[in-house]
């Protein structure tokens, strides 16, 4: 039988059936999706191919799925750091916001980010920006798959001026996208204390009606909390709970300000969190309970958040931290094990935004989003467990080939679909007009 | 005048003065040592140099230095991960390590971490390990600056049987490299729970004697100073302050569990902390108060631990942890800031190993110890603040050329003085010898 790609693999770790590594195994791609996976001796012989690529001294592994970003900030990356909270944001960031953002920004910022994550092994992205439509265009154009976050604020800004505009342009950038195979939607309400009560409502009505997930950042500081206590006389979570927005729709961000009842509550409710811990440590934000939540049965997935916090859209870094920081505040040295850490930046990615049917593993009729990564290096030898090295000693400049949907967009750590040195130069020209 | 080598360079961060960053500017080395710092057009009109360089895209910072490791260990790289503390111990690595550890192991894994450490910026280490007389072998003979550890421990090993025998060959290590410009030693008793008092003290009179300083395992975990109240009838630092160990010449490792007053006391004794981040979190051994030594005055490095705890020797990545947690730690996302941080991963090294007359920083008449990263890649791109991408989203794989002493012991990220094939080679014998 003939397929469009044959990739042969030392290792292939699919992430479903969990725990699992597969030696000298290979993928057949057929149609964008994965035909089959077996012995690559079999495969061989089963199939022919347009198209073979023997990696040999590789492990192969689902696209990494980042579940929080706002890719378009690479433009502010190392702008300003080691700042308090309040003074980054309102003395630095929304400031460089406020004079900066607009469809070039945007559409420039998004390329430079689609283009470190694609080198970095991520093939998905869970983003929340202003002008989404720009978000949207940029990743169709290379071919990288995300879910583009519609967002809602209270305060006006470039994109839109109140909550009416806001989802009128959200829904419009829904519609043009319903029926893209790379881009999907989400509604991204910014967080508690930026939106009021009304519109988050309203947002709750249109996602169900869409059937489309809720991407909002909450709990992320023990100011937001206290400051809810004052204003609403409730946590913020609890006040959600009591507009109907938790739900397994929602995709909670940070959550580093979480007591036991709310533990319980977040798992009872199917409500996914989005750890970000390399942001919440930059930013004194306070620790992610991941391993409880983890304990309590709540689908935990992993993001970088922006580079203005961060300063990178490494996946590869932030499944070490998040495996590491997990063990020291569990207190527990087995909490978050290398599988389960790959798992949380691969398939409950995929969970939370709703899209484990098409991606997150590999497996057979799931969309080939599929990253090699070359483990025959000096820093990742000798080599007793391919996922411990991938987790613990790896790098992401060891990523030597990315396929979304089948399609090469990596090839021996080479772009396909967009030229490195005029990316190079935009960062070059934003660089000079920032900092003037 | 003629110098040696000339190497001009985007960036120059010299680390002293403190909070520096030289752009276009030179550096002039002769016979192994810094002669001068200067703008590049000044030194290329006052200097003419057998070797000339031009790191136009690039920044030079002093060499890191690694305050803790085991470099040996690079063998067991990732042989048991996510395992508690204790299982770790008893039931994989002291089980490998009497299996495994020899002359030729120690030569052999040394040689790899040694490549792995060149490879990333790395240019002395402080290592505590068996057979320190191969690990000063192996790195006179690849021209690797290094602080020999002359372990001690209460049980017989491959290495020695009793105090007698490990102070004596600890000795004769140190008579055989006391005028090496590259190796110098430390007596390195492994913990307070495994030497016990007799031979603590004869530590403290000879390393008085030679001048050397004293490399230890200091409250690790709360067990460990569980163990010590019940056994002892006080805490590890009580313990070996009463036994007079705790002076400059001390250098404390992990120091996870810490009250005010033992903070007060080792910035009163002038004590030195190597702070491992990755291999507490790794290990769940507690957190380091960063923050607190740092304000009480305290000298803090920092170090990888061996990569069977890590998993890896890489400097860059333990800096940004480093800068990260101390942040959540201390709730402060001002603390530990890029500057900081740089100067903890080389002066603050340089200090506690008593070298900071010699390395540490880039000033005329010290070592030549110098690395160049390259940080003209998307990944640090848009660049605001060098030192800031350097700590927060550079990796290692940016390191691109490396000198120890002036010799170039990295150019272009080929090793000069090793040979990668072979080194390859030697990782893969050995894990085929340990799996099997």
Redesign the interface.
Known sequence: MNVDTLIHAKWIIPVEPKNTVYENHSVAIKDGKIEALLPTDKARSKYTATQERNLDKHALIPGLINAHTHAAMN?F???A?????ME?LNEHIWPAETKWVDPEFVKDGTE?AV??MI??GTTCFNDMYFFPDQTAEVCTRIGMRAVVGLILIDFPTAWANDADEYLLKGEQVHDTYRHDSLINTAFAPHAPYTVSDEPLKRVNVLAEELDIPIHMHIHETAFEVEQSVEQHGKRPLQRLSELGLLSPRMLAVHMTQLNKDEIKELAKQGVSVAHCP?S?????S??CPVGELVKAGVNVCLGTDG?AS???L?MF?EM??AA??A??V?????????HTTLKMATLNGAKALGLDETIGSLKKGKQADIVAINL?Q????????PV??II??A???QVSDVWISGKQLLKNRELTTME?SK??EK??E??LK??S
């Open positions: 433009l990356r190392g702008l750091d080691d700042l308090p909270l980054w430079l283009a470190e080198r970095g390399e919440n440590l930059k930013l004194a306070g620790f580079t961060n300063n990178d490494d870094g070490r931290t590491l920081l063990k020291g569990a207190n527990d040295s087995t909490c978050l094990d290398a025959d000096l820093e990742t030898a000798p080599l007793y467990e411990s090295q613990y000693s790098n992401r400049q490195y990316l190079m960062a070059k934003w660089e920032i900092k």
